[in-house]
């Protein structure tokens, strides 16, 4: 049964002062909520080539996977031709896909490059695109996937990690040749050849000979979580979000404490959504993220930074893995939360996130400092990610990626002339030894020593004195734990999110605030 407007707005405006409350009784329609809701926001999710021959190649089938969708709020899905080798049969693909739009659904089409052709020397499932060959596969599978939607997807294996004899002779000779055509190598490194080859390779085999198929075909990339690695597989942010006619977002974060794909706090999801949408602006769609070595508390978490990073689409990967392992028991505790995540999403999209910003040149190297900025979000500094020098920031992060803007000792100088607060990396403050600007009483340097992940040890006396000098140009007092985030937007509108297993107390603005364990507390009217 639908709830009463009056009911939701009263409900909303008690989750809006930080009492978290069901936004809908029980039973509530998802689907019948979903469709109000996504102009703002909406979930998808993803059948791989090998759910359409297992899951959906029959009526009984579909009818499952439809009924499933409808129960989860899903209103997009996306239907997968290609996979570890494997191309999902045509009439099978049209049976899906016509099936999904008369139910009502969006429907597009995926590809995951896995298993394509001539074996990389590096990671098994890639494949070596030098090989001539494989480079002909890559363009069959594409003009497939073209022929069958207007919208593909390619997940987040479009990159290489390839040494062969082949690819180290390319990549000496400067040049990289697709099909009959050669195109120079701007250097000899790695990093330079395999951008120049991903980047070409899509322009031709992608993008191109999509659209010589279907003159309506466009083509999403979605980029890994892995954001200060991708220049080094071949992924060029800046060159590769101008081509491709829309990017799409990696915002797995998992279980920090997985044996297996654990490791990366859950901030990093948030950093990397709001990094990578500031890139693409709006070509920019939605966040992806998985079961894997999560439990329903992180599951959630995944989603939660999704929609604060501003994600306009949440995709469920996938459909096969959500009905096995953990994904049954992530997708009730996903459902028993989408109405509040919606509600969210609808104020978090007319909001201006406000913070330190923290500067990320595209291709940038990160040194010993790898993912620092997921580690330092983890401290309640209210980060503002840009790829672009914050000339006009109130306070600001700097880390040794920053190096990779060959203007910027000239525009931090100014900046901390400013007096603005600015928050800098010991290694950063390494290679600036000897510089006037690290004596300024406006600049603080971050202990890092090479090992982000120790900075969830700072302690509280260690932490708030760190804060209060960044958080001063906003007008706002924080005290908190470690691993307890802070999200700031215009308006004097926030969020605090806690990542311990414990319940927190903070201190917002003068206001205690009780944050249980793995929840949140916000103020979004």
């Not at 892995?226 to 992924?235: A, I, K, L, Q």
Request: glycine residues 8%.
């Amino acid at each position: 049964m639908k709830p009463h407007p009056a009911v939701f707005r009263t409900l909303l405006v008690l989750g809006c002062l930080g009492v978290v409350l069901p936004l809908h009784p029980a039973g509530t329609d998802l689907w019948q909520l979903a469709r109000e809701h996504r102009r703002a926001h909406r979930f998808s999710t993803l059948f791989t080539a090998q759910d359409v021959r297992d899951q959906l190649s029959s009526a009984e089938g579909l009818s499952r996977a439809v009924a499933w969708c409808r129960d989860s709020g899903v209103t997009r899905v996306f239907i997968e031709v290609f996979r570890d080798g494997y191309q999902a049969e045509r009439a099978a693909l049209e049976q899906a896909r016509d099936r999904f739009r008369a139910e009502g659904f969006d429907v597009s089409g995926c590809v995951t490059t896995t298993g394509v052709g001539k074996r990389s020397t590096g990671w098994a499932p890639i494949s070596c695109y030098t090989d001539p060959p494989t480079q002909e596969r890559t363009r069959e599978i594409f003009e497939y996937a073209a022929g069958l939607f207007d919208e593909t997807m390619i997940d987040d294996f479009w990159f290489t990690d390839c040494t062969c004899p082949e690819c180290d002779t390319a990549r000496k000779a400067r040049t990289v040749r697709i099909g009959s055509k050669t195109f120079p190598v701007p250097g000899d490194t790695w990093e330079d050849y395999r951008r120049a080859l991903l980047v070409n390779l899509s322009r031709e085999y992608v993008l191109g000979a999509g659209k010589r198929v279907n003159r309506r075909a466009t083509f999403i990339i979605k980029y890994p979580q892995w954001y200060d690695r991708f220049h080094e597989r071949g992924y060029d942010v800046a060159q590769q979000t101008a081509d491709f006619d829309r990017i799409w977002v990696g915002t797995e974060t998992r279980d920090y404490h997985d044996p297996r794909w654990g490791g990366t706090v859950q901030y990093e999801a948030y950093f990397i959504m709001r990094w990578l949408g500031g890139l693409g602006g709006t070509k920019c769609g939605g966040g992806w993220f998985d079961p894997f070595g999560t439990t329903p508390p992180t599951y959630l978490e995944q989603a939660r930074q999704t929609i604060l990073g501003g994600a306009r689409e949440t995709l469920l990967f996938c459909y096969g893995s959500l009905l096995r392992d953990t994904g049954p028991a992530n997708v009730a505790a996903l459902r028993a939360e989408m109405p509040e995540l919606l509600a969210v999403a609808e104020r978090v999209r007319k909001l201006r996130p406000l913070g330190v910003a923290a500067y990320k040149p595209a291709n940038s190297h990160p040194g010993n400092e790898a993912r620092v900025f997921d580690f330092v979000g983890m401290l309640g500094l209210p980060l503002v990610p840009g790829h672009e020098f914050p000339d006009r920031a109130r306070a600001a992060f700097f880390s040794v990626h920053a190096l990779k803007d060959p203007r910027f000792v000239e525009r931090l100088e100014r900046l901390v002339r400013a007096g603005r607060p600015v928050l800098i990396t010991d290694g950063l403050a390494a290679k600036l030894a000897g510089r006037e600007v690290l004596r300024r009483p406006n600049v603080q340097v971050l202990p890092v020593k090479g090992d982000p992940k120790a900075l969830l040890n700072l302690s509280p006396p260690e932490l708030d004195p760190l804060r209060a000098p960044l958080l001063r140009p906003f007008r706002t007092e924080f005290r908190a734990p470690n691993r307890v985030a802070l999200y700031l937007f215009n308006g004097r509108r926030w969020v605090v999110e806690n990542f311990n297993d414990q319940p927190v107390t903070v201190e917002l603005n003068g206001q205690r605030l009780e944050v249980p364990a793995r929840g949140w507390r916000y103020a979004l009217r």
